[in-house]
């Protein structure tokens, strides 16, 4: 269950219906994530696995990380690594992660908490467990998300926001039936802790069985729902979407979730990430940690992190 929860979501403020000239977002296609590894071996979804650039833009990767119920020991993070030209959302449902960076940035992001970490012009992090959750063990469960940078702003200074988990507005569908956790962006008015450079929202929704929601959505961005958990559906035509599944929407300015009558296996409720952003369209050229626009700023990039100029790892 996320850590980021309430008693009762009808004192909550409600998030405002679509009127009825609303155009619902048909859905263009559903996909479902491969699952691998990464870091030193923690056990991740690769959510935007298969799906075109095109229709994710301005965002780049997305992998959701467990759900796992670590034994004493196994825990695990990634080593020190560089990024260029874009920013990582790091939002951590159920557990514990420590970051720490060459700007002297970071802390422990845990239960709730999110890390907006603004690569930009160039840094160099690590991300690992802390020490109580590797000696016990424990659930550990969040996401990382890779939003892209326009070519202006690529090249600014490095940032870190931490977003702890009572910053993030907390609204209900008008039944009272969905829970948002709002981190970044706007819905229906209601603002999220997150500062973008490049316009997004971010929302972390548990849908109660049987329940919907129904969301303006900005027509000018995309919109695209993952399933971090349980059993739905998607869209007016109620597409059939479950665990590690992730739906992109069409044009219009609103889209509608809703979750199956009968929960799927120990999930309680339906759980999703939407997501929506303003289109950058611009050329990408992507190799692992860095995402320019040229293959020249690729090569730059690289001879810029070999030469020292991201700064240094800080123990």
């Known amino acids: 269950m996320p850590a980021v929860t309430v008693e009762d979501t009808l004192l909550l403020p409600r998030i405002t219906t679509p009127d009825a000239t609303a155009v619902d977002r048909p859905v263009k296609s559903i996909t479902t994530a ?5 870091g030193e071996g923690f056990p991740v979804r690769r959510a935007f696995a298969g799906v075109d650039l095109g229709d994710l833009d301005p965002f780049l990767h997305l992998d959701q990380l467990g ?3 670590y034994a004493p020991g196994e825990p695990k993070g990634t080593a020190w690594h560089p990024h260029r030209g874009f920013e990582t959302v790091t939002y951590i449902i159920d557990g514990a992660f420590e970051h720490r960076d060459s700007t002297g940035g970071g802390g422990l992001i845990s239960n709730g908490a999110t ?13 690992t467990p802390p020490e109580g959750l590797v000696a016990t063990g424990g659930l550990f469960h969040g996401l990382q998300l890779w939003v892209n940078l326009p070519k202006a702003q690529k090249r600014v200074a490095p940032r870190y926001q931490d977003l702890d988990p009572d910053r993030v507005a907390l609204l209900a569908s008008p039944d ?3 829970l948002v956790r709002v981190i970044a962006g706007d819905v229906a008015g209601h603002r999220g802790p997150g500062a973008t450079y ?3 929202t971010m929302l972390h929704a548990t849908v109660q069985p049987g329940a919907a929601l129904r969301l303006p959505w900005d ?4 919109a695209l729902v993952y399933v971090l958990s349980g059993r739905g559906f998607v869209g007016r035509e109620r597409h059939a979407v ?3 599944q992730l739906a992109v929407f069409g044009r219009g300015d609103a889209l509608t979730v809703a979750a199956d009558v009968v929960p799927d296996g120990p999930a309680p409720a339906l759980e999703v990430i939407v997501l929506g952003g303003r289109p950058i369209r611009e050329p990408v050229a992507w190799y692992g940690p860095f995402v320019m626009n040229t293959r020249q700023e690729l090569l730059e ?7 020292g100029k991201f700064g240094v790892p800080r123990d």
């Open 34 to 38: 491969p699952t691998g590894y990464e």
């Open 67 to 69: 759900e796992v119920e």
């Open 115 to 127: 890390q907006w970490m603004t690569a930009g012009d160039g840094i160099v992090h690590i991300e």
């Open 176 to 178: 009272g039936g969905a």
């Open 198 to 200: 490049t316009p997004i």
């Open 219 to 222: 027509p000018a961005f995309n």
């Open 242 to 244: 479950a665990t590690g």
């Open 301 to 307: 990039a690289f001879q810029d992190y070999q030469a």
